[in-house]
Every structure is written in structure tokens, then in C-alpha cells.
């Protein structure tokens, strides 16, 4: 079974400073993985996802994600953080889908990021 | 418009009570899905969805059903609430690996 663990609940930082999210899973298999985003008071976005190929993910809003098959991690990071980036992050991860099947979603209990001016 | 809507956004009911949450969606997908989302646990597949003709629980089914009317439509249904179901719903589809959620119900079981 896979699980994922995000290591941090909250994450404070101020205006223009990078921020890393760090998340870590579990998996016999290989796995697809995915970071979402949760604005205030909205459903989640897909910010980014790993599916194959290269291990450097670009996803929206100048956010990227590297996948490490070894460490066995996906974490998410920002050069330079906006007030607007203020919102709860999930990462998530399915197992690779065998044809006709369903693996489904695991998401991570989620990072809360909070940019400070 | 949003591809995924659901209805109500918020609802507030009582123990006991029998109460349908539902969800519409444009995007032309087969695949549908109900989560629920609590604080520090991020979200459980309540069930899920394939086609008007398939559907299938997930990890926390006990006391939810769910009705797939059409492919645009999936409803979930709270028999008899009780406050511990007190949560926040999505309502998502997917296309291949991807999921694309609702903007969320929040449910308050007093």
C-alpha cells in the first residue's frame, strides 16, 4: 500500500523568500505524483505532476517539484514566494495503472503555507 | 463556468437527518469521485465512480451512499447524519492520471 507523508503542517515565510514543501511516500511500485494547491475557501488545483521522464516538474504560478525515485521523495519549491501563494498544499500519489484498473489517489494531510509581508 | 459544480456549498443539518449532496460536471469525463476532507488528514475517497453503470466504495464508506443518475451527475447521500460526518466534500472527476475537483460542500452536522 502507499502512503504519503508531508513533513511539515505549517510553513511560515516572508515575502520573496524561497520555500521548500517537503513530501515523502511509500511504494513497492512505481508511482505517479502529483502537488495540489487549496486557496482559501476553494476546491484543489493541480499545480504540478510527475508521471514519467524528466525527474524536474514544472507546474503553475512558477512553482516546480523534483522527483527522487531514491529518496523516495517529491518535494515542491519556489524561488521567490507571492502574499497570493498563501494557501494549503496536498501532495498526492497513485500507483501506476494497470490496464482497465484503478489505483487510486493518496493524499498527503496537507502543508499549510503562510507568506508574511 | 465551472467544470465541476457542486450544490449546496454549504448546508447545515441535524443528527438523525437524511441529507444529498450533489455534483455536476462539463468536462465530458467517465470517471467520478467523493471525498471528504478533515483537518490534518487531508482527503479520504468516500467512493468512486467509472460509468452510470459502475460504482465503487473507497475507504470510508460506512454511512454515505451514492447515486450516478448520468455521466455528468453523482450525488452522495448521508442516510441519517451524525456529527462526526461534520466535514468538507469534493466532489472530483479525472481524465487518465489527473483529478479535477469541486469547489467543496461544507457540512456541519449539529
Known amino acids: 500500500a502507499q502512503s504519503v507523508t508531508q513533513l511539515d503542517s505549517q510553513v511560515p515565510v516572508f515575502e520573496e523568500a524561497p520555500v521548500e514543501l517537503r513530501c515523502n511516500y511509500s511504494s513497492s511500485v512505481s508511482v505517479y505524483l502529483f502537488w495540489y494547491v487549496q486557496y482559501p475557501n476553494q476546491g484543489l488545483q493541480l499545480l504540478l505532476k510527475?508521471?514519467?521522464?524528466?525527474?524536474l516538474v514544472k507546474g503553475i504560478n512558477g512553482f516546480e517539484a523534483e522527483f527522487n525515485k531514491s529518496q523516495t521523495s517529491f518535494h515542491l519549491r519556489k524561488p521567490s514566494v507571492h502574499i497570493s501563494d498563501t494557501a494549503e498544499y496536498f501532495c498526492a500519489v497513485s500507483r501506476l495503472r494497470a490496464s482497465g484498473g484503478y489505483n487510486k489517489l493518496i493524499f498527503g494531510a496537507g502543508t499549510r503555507l503562510a507568506v508574511h509581508p | 463556468d465551472a467544470d465541476v459544480t457542486q450544490t449546496p456549498r454549504n448546508r447545515i443539518t441535524k443528527t438523525g437527518k437524511r441529507i444529498m449532496l450533489e455534483c455536476s460536471q462539463t468536462?465530458?469525463?467517465?470517471?467520478m469521485y467523493w471525498y471528504r476532507q478533515d483537518p490534518g488528514l487531508g482527503l479520504r475517497l468516500i467512493y468512486y465512480?467509472?460509468?452510470?453503470?459502475?460504482?465503487n466504495k473507497g475507504e470510508i464508506s460506512d454511512g454515505y451512499s451514492v447515486s450516478r443518475q448520468a455521466q455528468a451527475k453523482f450525488s452522495l447521500s448521508l442516510e441519517s447524519a451524525i456529527p462526526n460526518q461534520t466535514a468538507l466534500y469534493f466532489c472530483?472527476?479525472?481524465?487518465?492520471?489527473?483529478?479535477?475537483f469541486g469547489p467543496g460542500t461544507r457540512l456541519l452536522v449539529l
Open positions: 468536462k465530458g469525463h467517465d470517471r
Open positions: 510527475y508521471l514519467s521522464g524528466s525527474t
Open positions: 472530483a472527476t479525472s481524465e487518465g492520471e489527473t483529478q479535477y
Open positions: 465512480s467509472f460509468d452510470v453503470k459502475d460504482i
